[in-house]
């Protein structure tokens, strides 16, 4: 049993947020955009879940047959599933910077979140600050996030 423990630590589920880091928030401002992030990804997550749960009852009965999912559909159950192995292991997130050019490039080649500030303390409004990603195996994590530094 402590062996399979060992194992999944090695690659465990991470959650990753990314900062814009020419932005230069304060520590405060940075959390804060954070939180927006995680709770934007939660978000997401429960209407996921509600409209495969949804397709499930609807299409399926109660046998919850999924080979006949359409692919879409299949795409959203496996980040609903993954966001809930997550959810269930540590709720590891990881915090990373991005310089603006890393900023557009994530944009491109990563489905994330993106957090806009409205502009009530420290930023002008429509200022995109976090970037967040769908939880997945630290292993299955994008090449351009292994790229990036940690926020310190």
């Known amino acids: 049993m402590n062996q399979i423990l060992k194992i999944k630590n090695k690659d465990p589920w991470v959650m990753y947020l990314i900062i814009r880091d020419s932005l230069n928030m304060s520590i405060g401002k940075t959390a804060a955009q954070v939180g927006h992030a995680v709770g934007m990804l939660y978000s997401a997550h429960s209407r996921l879940e509600w409209h495969i749960n949804d397709c499930i009852s609807e299409s399926f ?15 959203k159950l496996i980040k609903t599933t ?4 997550w959810k269930n292991s540590a709720h590891r997130k990881v915090v990373l910077k ?8 994530l944009k491109e080649k990563v489905e994330c979140y993106i957090v806009i500030d409205a502009g009530l303390t420290e930023l002008e409004p429509g200022n995109e600050t976090v970037i967040g ?5 630290r292993s299955q994590r994008p090449n351009i996030i292994k790229k990036l530094q940690c926020c310190k």
């Open 61 to 75: 009965g109660y046998t919850q047959d999924l080979e006949d999912l359409k692919p879409d559909d299949m795409l």
């Open 82 to 85: 993954n966001f809930d192995d």
């Open 98 to 105: 991005a310089n603006d050019s890393q900023w557009e490039k």
């Open 133 to 137: 990603l769908w939880p997945c195996r």
